[in-house]
Structure formats: C-alpha cells, structure tokens
C-alpha cells in the first residue's frame, strides 16, 4: 500500500532544528498554514537532471556516517533502471548501476547483511508479473540482478531488517485460491547468502487482503506490522518473532477502529523495548457510497490524521505529555490527502521519537498548484513539537525515506515543480527533443511536472535528555457504522461468486467495475486525491470491484507519470481482479470523455495538443474496436456533451450516473445531480436525438462508489472490455442488485426488427426492497409498478429557478408574477439559500437580476409561494413569457432552452429530484414481468428498465433499440 510515486523532484540538503513545544490535538479539513509560519531552512538539488527522472529513493545506512541512496531512473522510450550513490559525510559519490537492464521497476528496499554488506529488494515484471530480485554490494561491486525464489509469481512491497545476525524479510504476495476471491497475503523469511529462504512463513492466511507490511527489529525484538482488510475497513495488526519457538505470535489489533481506515503502518522499538507503530488513520462517512451529502462539496466532512499507538508489555497504550497528563495521539491538525501522510517513525541516540510525513499544501486557483511537502515532529516533554518544514521537498503524496547515522538522520524523499505551475498552466513545456520522442509511439501530451531528481536533508539528533515517556491505556474502540454495501462478505458482493444469466447457447456471469477514477495525479479536487497504489486497493478491497480503470485527467499527466499509471495496470491485474488501461480527456467546451482501451495501450492523447483537441481528432487517434470514449455529466451546466454533433462508433457507452454528483438520467429525474442544468444534454435526450449508446455508472472524485456492470463470460481485460463494446452493461448505484431486461430474448444494448408487437421480459433483484420498476420507451414512462408512491414532496411550495448560460459572462433580468398568492423572499440571515439580486416589485411580482460566468453549478436563487396549487406563475425573460401551475410544477420542473441552447433555464420544487422516497414499497426484492407492448409505434423505438430501491439505490438497464416493421 506504498504509494507508487507519480511525480518527481529538484531536492534539498539541510540541518533541521526542532520548533516550539505544543499539543497537537485531533482536527478536520483545515487552512492550509503559510510557509512562513514553519522553521524551514535552505536547500540545494543534489541530484537532479531533466533527463532521465529518478523516483522511489531508499536510504540504508552503513556505518556511522555513510549510507547508500537507491532510486529508481526512468528515460524516456527505454524504461527503469535502478542506480545508486554512496552519501559519506555530506557528500554524494558517483553513479553505481545496479540493475542495467530496462524494464519496470517499483519500491526498492535495502539493508545491510550481518556482513556489513548493503543488500538492496525490488520488484520487477517478469512476463507480465512482479517478482522480487536482489542484488548485493560486493568488494568489486553490485552482483548480477538475482530473481528470488518466491513461493508466489506476484510479489511485491517488501521490507528488510537486519536481526540478531540474520536478514529477515517480509513481502506482500498475490494468493488465488481454487474457488472465491483472490487476496493478498503477508510472507516473511531469512534471506540467506545464496538468496533463499528459511522461516519461510504465510503470516496471515485470511480471507481478505493483508497489504503493507513492515519490520522493527532491536537486540532483543522483532516486529511485523501490516495492514489487514476486515471485511469493512482497514486494520493494522502486527506480530512478533519467538527465538525460541521459531514462531510468530498471535495477531494483535493496533487501530481498531472500525469507522477508519488505517493504512501506512511504520513501526520502530525505542530503547525501553516498547513497540511503536505510526500509521494514516482516514475515516470518511461517505466511503464506498454513492450518496453525496447534499449542501455540502467533494472531499469536507472527513478525518484524516496521523495517529501514533504503542504496544507496552502486551497491552496498547498512548504516550503521554509529562506537564499535560494526556495522552499525545500524533492527530495532525494540518490539512492531509487521502493518500495520508505516508508517515516514518525513527528514535535518535537518545530515545526520543521522531515523526517524518507529507502534508497537503494548496495554492493557486482551486488549490490547482497543491504538492506535498515533508514534514517532521519530535516528541519532547510534553508532547509532539511544533511541525518543521523540510524548505524545497514539495512532492508526490508518496513515503519518505530514512537513515540513522551517528548524530543526524539522512532523509531522501521525491519531489517536483508542482507547487510552481500555476493553476492555468499545470505542466512545464516539454523540451523540442522530448516533445519529438513522444509522438512517435502515441503520447501526445503537452507538458511534465518539472525536473526529476531526489532530494535530502540531514536533521540532527537534539543534545539534551529526555524524561522517559508515561503512557496511558487506550479508549475502547467507537461503535461501527452502517457499511454502505450491507453486507460486504455476502459472496455475491464480495466477489467470490457472481449472478449467472443464460439466454440460447449464451451464459454469462455479471462483474462489477468503475471506468472512471482519478487519483493524485489529476490536479484537479484540492489534491486530496489519493495516490494511484492507494486507489486500487481501495476499489478492489473497499469497493469491491471485479474490473477497474484510473482514468485521470490526460491534460494533467506527463510522460513519467502515464508510464508509471501503466506500471500498476500490471501490478495489479489478477485473476480476480481485472484492470483497464484509460484516461479522462476532458475540455471546458466539449465535455468530458473517459478513453478505454481494449490491450496494455501506451498511447495516451492531450486536450492541449493539436492532435487531440477535438472528440473528432481525439478519435482519428484511436482504433475501432480497441478503444471507446465514454461522455460522464452530460448536462453538467458547463462541461455539456452535444449529442447530435459528436456520433462516433467510439461512444457506445454513457454515464448516467456519478457518485460523486448524481444522476443525469433526464430533466427532473430521481437523484438528479445539482450540475445537471444543461436541458437537452440528459441521456434521454441523447437516446432521443440517435444515439446508440449503453448505460453505466462512475465514480469520478472522491472516496464513493457506484458501479459500471457487464454480463461477460470471464473476468479478463479483454472479455470485460468486448462486453463494453456490445453494451451487454447496466449501472448500478450499490453492488449487488441485479437487472435482466431483454426483448424478443435480445440482450441489453443490441437491436433487433420484429413485424410485431415485441415482447419485454424483466428481472430485477435487489439488495432491500424495490419501491419503483419503471420501463421506458422513447422517454416515455410505458410499464412498471410503484409510481405512484414514489415522491413525498413538501406540502409547502418552496421553488428555486436555476439558469445555465455558455456564455462566458452575460447579464439576465427576470420577472416572476402570480395570478393569486404572494412570494416570499427567505431572510438574509439563512446563509444556505442564495437570495442576491431578488427583489419584490409587489407580493405578486418578483424580479431577479441574474448573472452567468465560469461556475460548474447553475447559479440558483430561492423563494417561497404562499398560494394555492392551483395558482399560475408566469415567467418573462427578455419579452418571452412562459406559465405553469404550482401543481404542474410538483410533478414536473418548467424549463425553457433559448438562443440555439447557448442559455437555458428552469423554474422547480426545491430540491426536485433530490427528495425521499415514501416507506410504502411493492413488498419485495425481486420483480420479474413479461409485457407485449401492443402500442410500440412503426420505425426504431429504444427502450431501457430502472428499479429504485427503499434505500434510495437505483439500478439501470442498457436500451435495447427495436425496429417494428408492421405488415
């Protein structure tokens, strides 16, 4: 679960003093701090070229002021490399390959053997699968690239620690058993001289993945931390090795919490013998959900701090401010991504603890120029010091690493020029050479990051004693909340099993996915994002996907990055676990598209590059049928798709839905997202104007989920994306429900012509009880049961009207009249509805005064009516006046497209879409229907299926299209 770095450095070389001692208490998503208000000190790059990029550094200290920096080097068109330097005293030697040959390499690890011999790990693909290698520092030099004999073919993550002589090794190793899920599985063992194995021990044989692991190791102890998947969160649990037993002892839960996923363990022994264990702690409500808290943006109303536990003679206890009396968790009050703080833990000569991490540092427009700088805290006599800033270390969201010298710590981290980029040019020019080296195998982006290089600081050990340190027993764990899948180690859910559907000679079983995630490596969202490792463990243990694609923004990615995103397309593609590779090609003015390729692409194509900037040059870059581009908001109020300019045989599939915002099914529809003000741009009225096109759901931003579902007959990178293709899909807001349409015994997104009336058969299963089954032919509502008890609205009519312009700036002037009743306008003082601009000509006339600019949501102004549902409001813009009826209005929102659809806007019920849904539902989870539709029309007709469940849950069916020929 070590982020795989995804941006590179300039760096620095300095000696770091410790600040003013405080408490550092718990805290939510906060300002991020001046630079000027941290002890900082200057900084130098000492190692740093703008070809070849070197990311991944690790530091193993050899003697007293010596240790070795290991990075990974990347150049262009070749590959991975992994080099070395020799630092001595302040000074870094020459460049020593250890591994020549190009390939892909990720997270070297070293120590040195019982010899005084530098050992260094990494992982590497070997036909497609990571393995681990070693190579060793000899009299004459570094020993060929050795491959470990593993008892896995999918190994990775490893750690190394030096104990009582022997080398002990632990690694994270890909288990697939006969029957069920695959996960992942702890192994540790002593690496002898001739590179194999004794003690060789599976040290967590679960059910569910076990990630991350780390080793502590004094005299007399040692101690293997790692991250286990519960079922629901993440744990850190850890074990410690028996000499005498030759045996680990039994697990012991660390974290325990069961709202939080606590991730990124790192564990040291301090000179008392007790067990620390630093860790992320990252507790989102909306984990895993597709429901966006309304009123409030992406990303607020999480936890995410850095959390510090201790394991004393058996017990877990928290260390303790001696002046206070309380227990100094290490919750940082700075404002930290998703990816956490990556945070190390290590004890100078003296037995004080020091706390290295990443915070989140935003700037420029929308935090558009966020990077990650490298923070440190010790613990004095009261508690953790103030933070002290390492000057120049702004990076990737990715782990820093250390060496204990003789008076100082020797710190190496990765770092770029992102904090530099403003936040309307995010990436540096790339030189003429680059630039022309890119084209040729398809990578036609427009920019990187910036230079690439390792950075390091030196901090040195304070002289003075410190008191030993009171600890204080830990609080009992919170009580668990709802998981948003219900019952995630349900064997349907947990993917262990899967829906079967048959149909003739056909059978295919039903796998569940996203195509649209972004990571850190967008620079878009605040930098909260987390890192792409991060991502898809999360999606495959937390979200339960059976197929997933990181698709971030190509405009932000360069060379460096898209390689290393291709990196993990293989690292993490298993049996059970199918990746994709793609990306999001994404403009202000024709709308956001996810590419999705059928093979290991590694083309990848920029909005800002001549040759992408357009859907129609995008797709003169693809292959057909080996590629599709996937449109997601379409009446998103400023990034709308047009529909009937852009028929492409590359869009054969659609979002309608998005965790992260909501449905975009039609004007009014369940769910609607508040974006979704562009009218004419729903997926209906791209049904309705020829499009052909399946149904799925994204995520897009943040830590929810909803879900793109294919019927395909295995779980295969290829056989997924085929089903994409032939739009054998439905979307899916939770895991787990289960729809079956077809007609005439066609499948989900074919066509089909009949010389009369088809017949429609329907299954939907789902996960609670089904409130509403609806089929829809040509936008029209034709079959279903439970309409009529879906809405509860208000009884009071509060109306909001919202406008939507693609003009940049323009000015607009309302008037508002009813023909009985008054308006009434809410008091200032109500800081959640926006009245600007509004005004009361008399109780029946109220005029508004709007303006339109670059805003992602249509500006909205709220009032109320006192009057009866039958009275009429008439709405005048610019001489043209159109009426409606409250009651009209409770079923159906007014709304007027004007000026060639360059403006629309719209008159509603407050919230419409967004209300819940009444209790009484039809009694089951399970419909089945067949209906011969008598009255379908001569011509092509499309028709789709949708099931709203009591949890507010939706599911939705691809159209089929039929052609009725009548006699």
């Known amino acids: 679960m070590r982020g795989l770095t995804v941006a590179v450095p300039l760096a620095l070389l300095a000696t770091v003093i410790g600040g003013q001692e ?16 941290f002890r900082t000190l200057a900084s130098q790059s ?96 570094w020993t060929s690239p050795t491959t470990l004999p593993t008892t896995q073919s999918l190994d990775y993550n490893q750690e190394l620690a030096l104990h009582q002589g022997k080398l002990w090794v632990t690694w994270q190793s890909h288990v697939e058993p006969e029957t069920g899920r695959g996960n992942s599985e702890i192994f540790a063992a002593v690496l002898g001289d001739d590179w194999h194995w004794s003690n060789l021990q599976n040290v967590t044989d679960n059910q569910t993945s076990d990630l991350d692991p780390c080793l502590a190791s004094d005299r007399e102890r040692l101690a293997l931390g790692w991250v286990h998947f519960t079922g629901r969160d993440y744990e850190i649990l850890t074990r410690e090795w028996d000499p005498t037993t030759h045996q680990w002892s039994a697990s012991l839960s660390l974290s325990r919490d069961p709202n939080a996923d606590d991730i990124h363990p790192h564990l040291a022994y301090d000179h008392s013998g007790t067990l620390w264990c630093v860790y992320d702690s990252i507790d989102d409500p909306r984990r895993g959900g597709s429901r966006r808290r309304l009123g409030a943006g992406i990303g607020r109303g999480e936890e995410t701090s850095l959390k510090v536990v201790c394991k004393k003679d058996g017990e877990l206890v928290l260390p303790v401010g001696q002046e206070s009396g309380k227990a100094a968790d290490l919750a940082e009050p700075l404002l930290l991504s998703w990816s956490g703080g990556q945070p190390k833990i290590r004890f100078d000569s003296r037995g004080r603890a020091h706390v290295f991490y990443r915070y989140l540092d935003e700037e420029g427009g929308h935090g558009a120029q966020h990077s990650y700088p490298l923070m440190t805290q010790s613990w004095e006599a009261d508690g953790w010091s103030e933070p002290c800033l390492f000057a120049g270390s702004e990076g990737a969201p990715q782990e820093v690493a ?116 972004h990571s850190s490596v967008s620079r878009c969202l605040n930098g909260i994002e987390q890192n792409p490792w991060d991502r898809y463990l999360f999606g495959r243990d937390a979200c339960l996907f059976d197929f997933m694609a990181l698709t971030d923004h190509s405009g932000h990615i360069d060379p460096l990055q898209w390689w290393q995103l291709g990196k993990l397309v293989r690292w993490f593609d298993t049996p059970s676990f199918s990746t994709l590779v793609g990306y999001e090609w994404s403009t202000g003015r024709f709308g956001h598209q996810n590419v999705i390729f059928r093979d290991l692409s590694r083309e990848i194509v920029s909005p800002k590059h001549a040759a992408g900037r357009t859907p129609k040059l995008l797709w003169e870059t693809l292959e057909q049928g080996r590629a599709l581009t996937i449109p997601h908001h379409s009446a998103h109020g400023r990034l709308a798709w047009e529909w009937r300019d852009y028929p492409s045989p590359f ?47 994204g995520t897009d931003h943040g830590n929810g989920a909803s879900y793109a579902a294919v019927l395909a007959p295995e779980l295969s990178r290829e056989a997924i994306f085929d089903a994409l293709h032939a739009r054998r899909t439905y979307a899916c807001t939770t895991k787990g429900m289960l729809i079956d349409f077809r007609i005439n015994d066609h499948w989900m997104g074919e066509e089909l012509v009949v010389n009369q009336a088809p017949s429609l058969d329907l299954r939907i299963l789902g996960t609670e009880e089904l409130l509403e089954v609806q089929v829809f032919r040509n936008g029209k509502r034709v079959y279903g049961d439970g309409y009529l008890r879906r809405r509860a609205r208000p009884t009071e009519p509060n109306l909001e009207l919202k406008w939507w312009s693609k003009t940049k700036a323009a000015s607009w002037s309302f008037r508002l009249e009813l023909d009985q009743g008054r308006f009434v306008i809410p008091e200032a003082s109500d800081d959640s509805l926006e009245t600007t601009g509004m005004e009361l000509e008399n109780p029946r006339v109220l005029r ?118 009548k006699d």
Request: hydrophobic share 35%; with cysteine.
């Open 651 to 697: 869009v054969r599939l659609a979002e309608v839905f998005q965790a992260a915002r909501g449905s975009y099914e039609f004007s009014g529809c369940f769910r609607q997202a508040e974006s979704a003000t562009a009218f004419d741009h729903f997926i209906q009225d791209g049904l309705q104007q020829g499009g052909k096109f399946g149904l799925i759901a």
């Open 848 to 965: 508004l005064e709007a303006a339109t600019g670059e805003t992602a949501l249509a500006p909205t102004r709220h009032f109320s009516v006192e009057a009866p549902l039958d009275a009429s409001v008439a709405v005048t813009l610019d001489g043209s006046t159109v009426s409606t009826t409250l009651r009209e209005l409770r079923q159906q929102p007014l709304s007027v497209d004007l000026y060639g659809s360059r403006f629309h806007w719209a008159l509603q019920w407050q919230g419409f879409g967004q209300e819940r849904i009444a209790t009484e539902g039809l009694g089951t989870n399970e419909y089945r229907a067949t209906w011969v539709d008598e009255d379908c029309p001569s011509g092509e007709s499309w028709y789709y299926a949708r099931g709203i469940q009591r949890d507010e849950e939706m599911v939705w069916s691809s159209p089929i299209w039929v052609t009725h020929r």
């Open 402 to 517: 250390i060496a204990s010298l003789d008076h100082q710590f020797l710190v190496a981290w990765q770092q770029d020029s992102r904090h530099q980029q403003r936040s309307t040019r995010l990436q540096q020019e790339p030189t003429k050479e680059l630039a022309q080296r890119m084209e040729p195998p398809g990578i036609l982006l427009t920019g990187v990051v910036g230079a690439s290089g390792i950075g390091l600081a030196t901090k040195e050990y304070p002289n003075h004693d410190l008191l030993a340190v009171p600890f204080a027993e830990v609080d009992a764990p919170p009580t668990p909340r709802p998981h948003p899948l219900k019952n995630p180690l349900d064997p349907i859910l947990c993917g262990a099993s899967h829906f079967r559907v048959t149909g003739g000679d056909q059978e295919f079983s039903v796998y569940w996915g996203d195509l649209h995630r």
């Open 22 to 37: 405080t408490e550092l208490t718990p805290g939510r998503w906060k300002e991020t701090p001046a630079k000027g208000s």
């Open 46 to 141: 000492p190692w740093v070229d703008s070809e070849p990029w070197r990311t991944s550094p690790t530091l193993i200290p050899w003697t007293g002021s010596r240790a070795l920096l290991v990075a990974v080097e990347y150049e262009f068109g070749r590959g991975d490399r992994l080099v070395a330097r020799e630092w001595n005293d302040g000074h870094l030697g020459d460049v020593e390959v250890i591994q020549p040959n190009a390939g892909e390499i990720v997270r070297p690890s070293g120590a040195v053997d019982a010899k005084g011999r530098p050992l260094v790990l990494w992982s590497q693909l070997h036909d497609g699968k990571p393995r681990l290698m070693g190579s060793r520092r000899e009299a004459k030099g």
